[in-house]
């Protein structure tokens, strides 16, 4: 299995709402990563987990809260978004950290209104 | 400060051409990686190279690390539609660090 599965695929949110999206990998990966992606733009770093311990954080605003519930589970707490905070957001992991290569989710489409 | 400068930004070449990508750092790097991404999906590992002068090869694609780990270059030769796509470099300074991403290649291939 080298498959990292993203819910909810698309989600459309208001500025007032709480919501979260999911990641999940069975690779055993101990690093896992959320990125912010606005089209034809590469992928921005958020944060990192490196053994389900948060190891950087990209100074990205607190209406945007991560979770690491296990090795396999990644999570990303959202609330009280902005219309720009709407992009594809992928979450990824790797066996350590990047430099071996990362394995990424297909992305959840956000769009804030 | 982009500390991986990718060029072309965009490319649009016929079916059958051959093409070639380059992403150059004045930094070195531990490994670097190259991903191809479609539209909605998430970025592909195509490649990690990690040794200065690697050669990397994966079917019609041909990847390169400089000598000095600072640079890397991906040809295509024969290019084909279904290579359409988003072409991203990816460099880490060290095993354990963060990715720093390139700017990205949009490349259209017509058939």
């Known amino acids: 299995d080298t498959e990292v599965t993203q819910t909810p695929k698309h989600l459309v949110m208001g500025m007032t709402n709480k919501k979260s999206l999911k990641c999940e990998q069975h690779?055993?990966?101990?690093?896992m990563y959320w990125y912010k992606q606005k089209a034809k733009k590469p992928p921005e770093l958020m944060f990192v987990?490196?053994?389900?311990?948060?190891?950087i954080n990209e100074s990205v605003p607190s209406r945007f809260s991560p979770e690491c519930p296990n090795s396999s589970l990644l999570n990303l707490h959202l609330h009280a978004l902005q219309p720009e905070d709407s992009a594809l957001y992928l979450c990824?992991?790797?066996?350590?950290?990047?430099?071996?290569?990362?394995?990424f989710g297909q992305g959840t489409r956000l769009t804030v209104v | 400060t982009q500390l991986l400068e990718q060029s072309p930004q965009f490319l649009s070449i016929q079916e059958g051409e051959n093409l070639t990508v380059y992403c150059n750092s004045s930094?070195?790097?531990?490994?670097l990686q190259w991903y191809r991404q479609e539209p909605g999906e998430g970025p592909v590992l195509l490649v990690t190279?990690?040794?200065?002068?690697e050669v990397k090869k994966l079917k019609r694609l041909t990847f390169q690390f400089g000598d000095a780990r600072k640079d890397s270059s991906l040809h295509i030769t024969a290019a084909q539609p279904g290579d359409t796509g988003l072409y991203l470099c990816?460099?880490?300074?060290?095993?354990?660090?963060?990715?720093?991403f390139g700017q990205g290649t949009e490349l259209s291939v017509k058939p």
């Open positions: 987990y490196s053994y389900e311990k948060l190891s």
């Open positions: 190279v990690v040794t200065g002068g």
């Open positions: 930094s070195v790097f531990s490994s």
């Open positions: 990816a460099g880490a300074f060290h095993k354990g660090g963060k990715l720093i």
């Open positions: 990824a992991s790797s066996q350590e950290g990047g430099g071996v290569g990362a394995f």
């Open positions: 690779m055993g990966h101990r690093a």
